[in-house]
């Protein structure tokens, strides 16, 4: 039996029902562009007719010029009528789509229930649907719903939804787990089964993830026989989503020697997943398999010593094989592997038996037992570790600073800070408004700053969260703060952490302007007047 897999992406329409998920029509043909780059066979568009956005999406889908088949989808014919005057088929052929996914029922529950109608019209609907489409040119997926549902309560007529599917032409039969609640073993004997019924035919698999068994259920499938999988980038999809792709294709093509794209596209997996989350505007779990931040992320010192002699000790294939890396954590569990490897990869040189990194494993573990919490913290773990090896010059030095904030009856509040430091030697004293006390200090640490270090226009604040590390003391509780900042060409996140969320939020945004200003040199420090003079002569 063949090693190749036909990979069926439904990111755009099956995807789409996840809740929160809601793409623009140039959303989803840049989301397409990224899927026939990484090299599916077929890119389900959307239901054409079915709303403005996938009419739009069908039409410009087709100047673009991919390699992956376009699909539509739709429904069979409605029962008593025929297939040449169905509105939903001839709106497929219509698209301009290079192939249709056709749903049909394969659940006698779902006959009797939904369509009301006779087991035999559903047959006919069925038949009648796949002919037409495929004397209209169009390769057809049936997508068989309910199918293993359908087949516990009454495998003969399954069969013969099936039968009747492939007698009328379709391409694939697919087997679909619409409610998501089979079973591996149930998934691979009834494959088995089928297969065996229509030794000629080529059979998919479609499963829900409603017992987080997308996956699993998935591989069960292909070890039976089918050869054709369905799914979704990030295993997006309506109520708890569609087998991940970005799981499914690397376990198959890595773990189970299966073709399913080309190699050097596989390193693009990463990239791929991450682009369509951003895209999506959903978060991607931290500990997504394969692709996830915390996929190749290790924390425990003797993991760390011992992946640093070879990393096949504690990681399953190279990241790089999916594109993603390896990542060494330095938290309260950090030993001297972890300091010296997070050093190696921030390019400073600590000596291993210096005194240094024993500093900053115990200023880390005091520190997190405090509150901190460096894993998401970069910026501010490299000042720590810059700072103990010696290479962090101050190149500001803070005085105070004063907040204050005022509500007046019928207008918006208003923040005011005003911030006191010396910069080479001369007091600042500043003062600017914002539209809440962490931007005011934002807003006046700049202005201190700014006419030193010009750099300092090209930074943002880029996002701001709060969490609060023990409710049970409520408005009295230690808050962590991170900031997220960012320039033209990086990004680094910050940390605070205190009883008042102001101090908190100011240690973090120090921090932000120390890593900014990592590369200044005191002695370039330019004077506000030569600086003026500078601007004038240019």
């Given amino acids: 039996m063949s090693k190749n897999i036909s990979i069926f992406d439904t990111t755009l329409r099956d995807g789409t029902q996840g809740e929160g998920i809601s793409l623009s ?138 039968t009747r599917a492939y007698e009328a032409g379709a391409d694939w039969l697919v087997m679909c787990d619409t409610n998501g609640g089979t079973m591996p073993h149930e998934i691979q004997e009834i494959v088995r089964a089928v297969v065996s019924h229509l030794p000629e035919a080529n059979f998919g698999i479609h499963t829900h993830n409603d017992c987080e068994l997308a996956v699993a259920n998935t591989l069960a499938a292909i070890s039976a026989g089918a050869r054709h999988v369905q799914g979704t980038m990030n295993g997006y999809g309506e109520r708890c989503g569609n087998a991940n792709l970005c799981s499914v294709i690397p376990n198959l093509q890595l773990k ?30 931290v500990n997504q398999p394969y692709v996830g931040s915390a996929a ?29 890396k390896q990542r060494i954590l330095v938290s309260e569990l950090a030993g001297q592997s972890n300091i010296i490897s997070k050093a190696q990869e921030l390019g400073i040189e600590l000596d291993p038996t210096s005194s240094h990194s024993r500093q900053v ?63 080479g030697g001369r007091s600042h004293y500043t003062a600017a408004e914002g539209n809440g006390p962490v931007n005011a200090l934002d807003n006046a640490l700049r202005k201190a700053l700014v006419t030193y270090y ?22 009295a509780a230690k808050v962590r703060v991170l900031i997220e900042s960012k320039n033209f060409s990086d990004g680094w996140n910050t940390i605070g952490v205190s009883e008042n969320v102001i101090e908190a939020s100011w240690e973090a945004l120090v921090d932000s302007f120390r890593y900014a200003l990592l590369d200044e040199v005191p002695s370039e420090i330019v004077e506000p007047d030569t600086l003026a003079q500078g601007m004038v002569n240019h």
């Fill in 256 to 285: 189970l020697g299966y073709h399913c794209i080309e190699e050097d596209k596989l390193a693009q997996l990463t990239n791929v997943s991450r682009y369509v989350s951003e895209i999506a505007n959903v978060n991607m779990p």
């Fill in 454 to 475: 010009p750099s300092l226009q090209e930074m943002h604040l880029s996002d701001y969260k709060v969490r609060v590390l023990d409710d049970k003391d409520t408005t």
């Fill in 25 to 162: 029509v140039d959303d989803k043909l840049n989301i397409a562009k990224k899927l026939d780059y990484l090299g599916v066979e077929y890119i389900e568009g959307g239901i054409p007719g079915s709303n403005s956005k996938d009419i739009e999406f069908f039409k410009r889908v087709q100047q673009l010029g991919l390699t992956s088949k376009i699909v539509a989808f739709g429904s069979t014919r409605r029962k008593g009528g025929n297939a040449e005057t169905d509105a939903n088929l001839n709106r497929i052929i219509e698209s301009g789509a290079d192939a249709a996914t056709l749903v049909g029922k394969s659940w006698d529950f779902h006959v009797h229930t939904a369509l009301q109608t006779t087991l035999e019209e559903n047959l006919d609907m069925i038949y009648d649907s796949i002919h037409y489409l495929k004397r209209n040119g169009l390769e057809v997926i049936f997508d068989a719903e309910h199918f293993f549902d359908g087949y516990k309560n009454n495998p003969e007529y399954t069969l013969s939804v099936m």
């Fill in 296 to 324: 190749f992320a290790h924390k425990g010192g003797i993991h760390v010593s011992a992946i640093l002699r070879d990393s096949r000790t504690y990681e399953h294939i190279a990241p790089e094989q999916v594109g993603n």
């Fill in 361 to 423: 494993i115990d200023r880390i573990k005091d520190m997190e037992h405090q509150g901190y919490q460096f894993e998401g913290a970069d910026g501010s773990l490299e000042l720590l570790i810059r700072e103990a090896n010696g290479e962090v010059k101050e190149l500001f030095t803070f005085e105070s600073f004063k907040m204050l904030v005022e509500k007046t009856a019928g207008k918006p509040v208003v923040s005011e800070a005003f911030v006191k430091l010396s910069v």
